[in-house]
């Protein structure tokens, strides 16, 4: 028995279909975009559920100075305040905005207020319940007694 010819020459028949080469009308492709920006959307959004969550909140206070501090300044401040790395990495950047756009910020936990951050000048005067109160000269980035 002999299996049946195909009549179309071997180089036409791995082309694709016409359904396929067909060219998408304007409002599809306005469709596949906007559905691609928001499966990029929700993405980021769920990402960021990832991230390290906190047991503290950060309230602004209102002060007449302000300073923006260095990532680098804001870590040897929390470190010096008391502040796990971890703690660090959740609220020192919302720290650092607060002190930059309000300048005093507190950090509350459960029980109440863990410590109070205050620009003042060139210098961050810091009370913390666990360790003390101490200034933070900004010029040096070197604490003070």
Excluded at 46 to 55: D, E, I
């Amino acid at each position: 028995m002999q299996t049946p010819r195909n009549p179309l020459p071997a180089a036409r028949r791995h082309l694709p279909s016409r359904l396929s080469q067909r060219q998408r009308s304007p409002a599809r492709r306005l469709a596949t975009s906007v559905a691609a920006v928001t499966l990029a959307a929700v993405l980021l959004t769920l990402s960021s559920c990832a991230t390290v969550t906190s047991s503290h909140s950060i309230q602004q206070m209102t002060n007449r100075d302000t300073a923006e501090l260095t990532a680098q300044q804001v870590v040897e401040v929390m470190e010096r305040a008391g502040f796990s790395e971890r703690e660090i990495i959740a609220n020192g950047p919302e720290l650092r905005n607060a002190l930059a756009t309000s300048g005093a910020a507190q950090i509350q936990r459960n029980r109440g207020v863990d410590s109070m951050f205050v620009v003042e000048g060139a210098r961050v005067h810091v009370s913390a319940r666990n360790r003390g109160a101490f200034v933070f000269d900004l010029n040096t980035s070197q604490p003070q007694e």
